[in-house]
């Protein structure tokens, strides 16, 4: 059974610093991997999609990695902003041999950047 | 942007009662989804629906849940006689049918359930 795993489960910065979230999943066999941002109170809010057979993606000042062997992905936030406090969510798509299959949530990190 | 949208954004209601959620997914997606996130706790997957019907379904899913697509623009989800424990926050979601089936999933704002 798929598991996912965030590390830290929370994480306080000063403004400006450079920070890397992590995830961890237990089995290989995924389509994808997403990263979202949740907002107290809030709906999910993509942030970027990982192919399996992709490395990375970047947005703007983020960066996420996608090591599928070793079940591992990162998300990397250059010169973090207050504005950039919410909770991150790492979710994969397993492959489940054709269908559609559904996300398999982290719990999350909660980040908060300090002014 | 296209997005996609629940309502209502908080619903109370009694145990015992009937509820439906509604939303409207993004309007060239084919793949809807419900999942919930209880308090404190991982968003969980509830139900697939692709084509008018349920492509996968998860344990939670039980006979007390239905969804339906009553036209070209709204999914819903109905919980009959509602728990304490189905209080929770629940999120629709829709994907474009891509190559490879490896696409994106966009969510709504989600509606907050309380069962009192």
């Known amino acids: 059974k798929q598991e996912v795993t965030q590390i830290p489960a929370a994480l306080s910065v000063p403004e400006g610093e450079n920070l890397v979230l992590n995830c961890s999943f237990t089995d290989s066999a995924i389509y994808n991997l997403q990263w979202f941002r949740q907002d107290p109170g809030k709906g999910l809010t993509s942030l970027l999609l990982?192919?399996?057979?992709?490395r990375e993606q970047t947005s703007g000042r983020l960066n996420a990695s996608l090591d599928k062997s070793s079940g591992r992905s990162t998300l990397y936030i250059a010169a973090s902003q207050p504005g950039d406090s919410a909770t991150y969510l790492c979710?994969?798509?397993?492959?489940?041999?054709?269908?559609?299959?559904?996300?398999?949530f982290g719990k999350g990190t909660k980040l908060s950047v300090k002014p | 942007e296209p997005e996609v949208t629940q309502t209502p954004s908080h619903q109370v209601t009694q145990m015992g009662q009937e509820v439906i959620l509604r939303c409207v997914p993004i309007?060239?997606?084919?793949?809807f989804y419900w999942y919930r996130q209880i308090l404190g706790q991982k968003v969980e997957f509830l139900v697939s629906?692709?084509?008018?019907?349920?492509?996968?379904k998860s344990e939670i899913f039980d006979d007390q849940f239905s969804v339906e697509r009553p036209d070209g623009s709204n999914f819903t989800l109905k919980i009959r006689s509602t728990k304490l424990e189905d209080s929770a926050m629940y999120f629709c979601?829709?994907?474009?049918?891509?190559?490879?089936?490896?696409?994106?999933?966009?969510f709504g704002q989600g509606t907050r359930l309380t069962v009192v």
């Open positions: 979601a829709s994907s474009e049918l891509g190559e490879g089936w490896h696409t994106e999933a966009f």
């Open positions: 309007s060239n997606h084919l793949y």
């Open positions: 629906f692709y084509n008018n019907e349920i492509s996968e």
């Open positions: 979710a994969v798509r397993p492959d489940t041999g054709g269908s559609q299959g559904n996300l398999i």
């Open positions: 990982i192919q399996s057979s992709q």
